[in-house]
């Protein structure tokens, strides 16, 4: 009977670790429509999630609480969250109100989180001048730092100097790239060195996929040998150029980012201290 403990508790290890490198993302208008059987499915393959607080112009995702205690309760272990926020989106500016306006919702709603991702890509109407960006992105970043939040940064080396040109004052934080190569590796190195960086902590590497019924985004954070591929989750879309994780759409009064955003704490590991607020 020992025996058969031991080899059970071996096996439960060896599950949690492969499981500890794979994440998923998605948006806060897939988020409020996962099943708990759902919930409980995507945890099978993944131990991280990342979803969508911030949208634009639509501003605190509402639902937050209970998509996180569904995530919870499906046997997630960590959970971050990411915040699409533009400077021309209304009740966006400044990135510092919309920064505390947020932490103040996740506060008021009792949200307990391992990190914050700013994501930082393209929408038809939502920036201003590369310039003005970047200084509107590290004022979001930074705020959110000095409020106590463990924070990073999504996005690509494509969108990222479209959107906030050469911006290397926060390559300090971790970073969580787009590449849609299909491939579970930082092995694609010149689709991260952007923006200062030289090492990330999180890549989507395939976006608008399924798994369990569900759309979502595939990310990873360690060695990503048996994470998923599209050819074993659903239908992928998206292109090995390294754009983010699809044109977002929005516009100064609505709809904020259309892509989901990733995640990952600052460690490879995904433990993190957690935000508690």
């Known amino acids: 009977m020992n025996i058969l403990l031991i080899i059970t508790n071996i096996i439960l290890l060896i599950i949690n ?54 995530a919870e309760q499906g046997g997630f272990q960590t959970i971050d969250l990411y915040a699409f926020l533009c400077s021309e989106c209304d009740g966006n500016y400044p990135a510092s109100s919309a920064i505390q306006s947020l932490v103040s919702s996740l506060k008021s709603d009792g949200i307990n989180f391992n990190m914050l991702w700013i994501d930082v890509e393209q929408c038809d109407g939502c920036w201003g001048d590369v310039n003005d960006n970047g200084a509107y992105v590290q004022e979001a970043v930074e705020t959110a730092a000095s409020l106590g939040i463990n924070v990073g940064v999504y996005s690509s080396e494509g969108e990222w100097p479209q959107t906030v040109g050469n911006l290397t004052s926060v390559s300090q934080y971790p970073l969580w790239y787009a590449h849609y190569d299909d491939n579970p590796s930082f092995s694609d190195s010149s689709f991260y060195e952007f923006g200062g960086w030289t090492s990330p902590t999180m890549k989507q590497y395939v976006g608008n996929t399924v798994q369990c019924g569900i759309s979502v985004d595939l990310d990873f954070y360690g060695s990503g040998g048996d994470c998923s591929t599209s050819s074993g989750s659903g239908s992928a879309s998206g292109s090995n150029s390294g754009s983010a994780s699809g044109s977002a759409s929005g516009s100064a009064s609505g709809s904020a980012s259309g892509s989901a955003s990733g995640s990952a704490s600052g460690s490879a590991s995904g433990s993190g201290s957690g935000s508690s607020i």
């Open 17 to 70: 670790v492969i499981n500890g490198e794979c994440a998923i993302d998605f948006s806060s208008d897939i988020s409020v429509g996962i099943s708990d059987s759902a919930w409980s499915c995507l945890s099978q393959s993944n131990q991280r999630v990342i979803i969508q607080v911030w949208s634009g112009g639509d501003q605190y995702n509402s639902n937050i609480s209970s998509v996180i205690a569904g």
